[in-house]
């Protein structure tokens, strides 16, 4: 079992799933800290609820895809001289911090779909710096790797018996027994989770922290609005929508109703993997921009009647703010916005990060 060609096939799995999880990490990342050259496609509409469903499901399918192979090659973390040459000390090193990172990184990830923060350093940007480091001591590792790769390919290729660390007596498993485990712990993990964002397994999400279908009026909640301390705020018959670019001006919400309202069926794609679609209608952002005379390409703050909190506020790029699905929605699945979801108004656009739809809107300003 702990031989290098169950090591290639296992490290094989896990590479692409960490492959997939980094793209899809950067991809988010970028999303939510543009460069300012940035742009980014709003279409298809379920675009960024793809990315973090794959993000979240390979992350998740990644861990026991690390215990195995940890597993398979933990004898050699006893191999005796330990240093034997500067490139097998690069390797060592490698591994070591390989080991440690992916560990401290899938931990965190799974915590953070538990929405639990327990530490003292910020979440994403300590898991972007992760990301980075576990990708290059990766690439490092199959760079050392290389030459015993090959060598498991080309046996294979011509059918000549596999590379078998004979220091190690094989015992217990049989390598058969030992994939199957591994593939079904994969399996079931996914298959347990996936549901919270690929809805036809919606019904075997046993174990992700979110039912996506399940709170007012179909839709699940992150932040409520008393956690946001907006209750009394987002009822009051004196709110308005204050609307800052070239000709201001402030609506009333009964004027917002009296605007076109258009509708579209976009889905909430939370960070943290549970997305659900919905029917949501109200007015163009676009609409709201020429109301007030701002600029073709302009972007947008969109601030919200939330004290503090780290969404209160939030930009839009021009490509978002042009788009004719992006709205300040006013109606959701056919009802008036629950105030949970973001009562007077909130921004829902298509491919975007639920984080950036934010709720409880009182000032939109145009930027330059
Ligand atoms: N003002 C404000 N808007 C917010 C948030 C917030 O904390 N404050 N949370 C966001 C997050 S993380 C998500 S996933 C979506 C969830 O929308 P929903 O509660 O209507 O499903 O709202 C977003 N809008
Ligand atoms: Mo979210």
């Given at each position: 079992?702990?031989?290098?060609?169950?090591?290639?096939?296992?490290?094989?799995?896990?590479?692409?799933?960490?492959?997939?999880?980094?793209?899809?990490?950067?991809?988010?990342?970028?999303?939510?800290?543009?460069?300012?050259?940035?742009?980014?496609?709003?279409?298809?509409?379920?675009?960024?609820?793809?990315?973090?469903?794959?993000?979240?499901?390979?992350?998740?399918?990644?861990?026991?895809?690390l215990m195995a192979k940890l597993w398979v090659v933990y004898p050699r973390l006893f191999e005796w001289p330990p240093l034997r040459s500067a490139m097998h000390g690069l390797e060592r090193a490698s591994i070591a911090v390989f080991v440690a990172a992916s560990l401290l990184q899938l931990?965190?990830?799974?915590?953070?779909?538990?929405?639990?923060?327990?530490?003292?350093?910020?979440?994403?940007?300590?898991?972007?710096?992760?990301?980075?480091?576990?990708?290059?001591?990766?690439?490092?590792?199959?760079?050392?790797?290389?030459?015993?790769?090959?060598?498991?390919?080309?046996?294979?290729?011509?059918?000549?018996?596999?590379?078998?660390?004979?220091?190690?007596?094989?015992?217990?498993?049989?390598?058969?027994?030992?994939?199957?485990?591994?593939?079904?712990?994969?399996?079931?993990?996914?298959?347990?989770?996936?549901?919270?964002?690929f809805s036809p397994l919606q019904k075997l999400n046993l174990f992700a922290p979110r039912t996506p279908n399940k709170g007012p009026q179909g839709l699940a909640v992150n932040r409520t609005a008393t956690q946001a301390g907006v209750l009394s705020s987002a009822r009051s018959p004196d709110w308005r929508l204050q609307i800052k670019g070239p000709r201001p001006v402030t609506l009333t919400l009964s004027e917002l109703h009296q605007m076109p309202q258009f509708q579209a069926r976009l889905p909430i794609s939370c960070v943290e993997g549970w997305s659900q679609n919905a029917d949501w209608s109200g007015v163009r952002v676009r609409d709201l921009l020429d109301r007030v005379g701002a600029p073709a390409g302009s972007g947008l703050r969109v601030i919200?009647?939330?004290?503090?909190?780290?969404?209160?506020?939030?930009?839009m790029g021009p490509e978002f703010a042009a788009d004719e699905l992006t709205l300040l929605a006013l109606r959701l699945n056919g009802e008036v916005l629950d105030i949970e979801h973001g009562y007077p108004a909130r921004i829902i656009a298509p491919a975007r990060p639920g984080v950036l739809q934010t709720k409880w809107v009182r000032t939109l300003e145009v930027l330059a």
């Open positions: 079992m702990h031989n290098p060609r169950v090591a290639v096939s296992i490290g094989r799995l896990l590479a692409t799933c960490l492959v997939v999880c980094f793209l899809t990490g950067l991809y988010s990342h970028y999303l939510q800290e543009p460069a300012s050259w940035m742009s980014f496609p709003t279409r298809p509409v379920w675009l960024y609820r793809v990315n973090q469903g794959a993000h979240v499901a390979t992350g998740i399918a990644a861990i026991p895809l931990f965190m990830g799974l915590l953070n779909t538990l929405q639990w923060y327990p530490w003292p350093f910020p979440f994403r940007e300590t898991h972007f710096f992760l990301a980075w480091v576990i990708i290059g001591s990766l690439l490092i590792h199959i760079a050392v790797k290389l030459p015993l790769i090959r060598e498991h390919w080309r046996r294979a290729r011509d059918g000549a018996p596999a590379v078998i660390d004979t220091a190690v007596p094989a015992r217990g498993w049989s390598r058969r027994g030992f994939f199957t485990a591994v593939g079904l712990t994969v399996a079931t993990v996914t298959v347990t989770t996936v549901g919270q964002s919200s009647l939330e004290p503090s909190g780290p969404f209160a506020q939030t930009e």
